[in-house]
């Protein structure tokens, strides 16, 4: 006995839609296709990428170490990844990583200030910042994690701030540089602001 399979409706391989680019509205289209994992990146670009963020990760620990101060936090990894692994998302955006992090820090302090240092506070902040990023459109998952940090960790804010503020422009200017040293590779940033 066969089997008949139905065939894919059109709209499960269609690009998705939205207001922001690498979807159908914006002036990057969507390669990822509904059910698909996306492609295997080429040798080359996996290379290229690892490179990248490790590098930039190396320099951030590079200044802590000039500084005595940790520059390197969990959440700066992850946003090294989205712009040099996904440089045409909206999560790598420069609006999103610069301002995603100010306003996950305004709010990891504010509830710290209102709530003090606990798990509890920590997981409404990230809620919080979430919906902030989400009204302000920069979206940025790893300013969440920005959030949760300062609240279970206590930085001093005028040391952390604008070391923080000095690591997501190296971020972006690296993921600029590292788009142009590459011919293949995607153009970062897809919009400044």
Wanted: proline fraction near 11%.
């Amino acid at each position: 006995m066969s089997t008949v399979l139905p065939s894919p409706s059109p709209s499960a391989t269609a690009p998705a839609t939205g207001p922001f680019p690498g979807s159908a509205d914006g002036p990057v289209r969507s390669r990822i296709t509904a059910g698909r994992a996306p492609a295997r990146p080429t040798t080359a670009a996996a290379f290229h990428s690892t490179s990248a963020v490790t590098a930039v990760l190396l320099g951030l620990v590079g200044i802590g170490a000039l500084l005595h101060e940790p520059v390197l936090v969990p959440p700066l990894a992850a946003s090294a990844a989205l712009v040099h692994s996904a440089p045409t998302l909206p999560l790598a955006q420069p609006r999103g990583v610069v301002v995603g992090h100010l306003l996950g820090t305004a709010v990891g302090y504010g509830a710290l200030a209102a709530a003090g240092s606990s798990a509890w506070a920590a997981a409404v902040a990230a809620g919080v910042t979430l919906a902030l990023l989400m009204a302000a459109r920069t979206p940025h998952s790893p300013a969440c994690a920005t959030s949760v940090v300062i609240v279970l960790q206590s930085p001093d804010p005028a040391r952390f701030v604008p070391l923080l503020f000095g690591a997501t422009v190296l971020l972006v200017l690296t993921g600029y540089a590292a788009s142009r040293i590459r011919r293949k590779a995607p153009r970062y940033p897809a919009y400044w602001w």
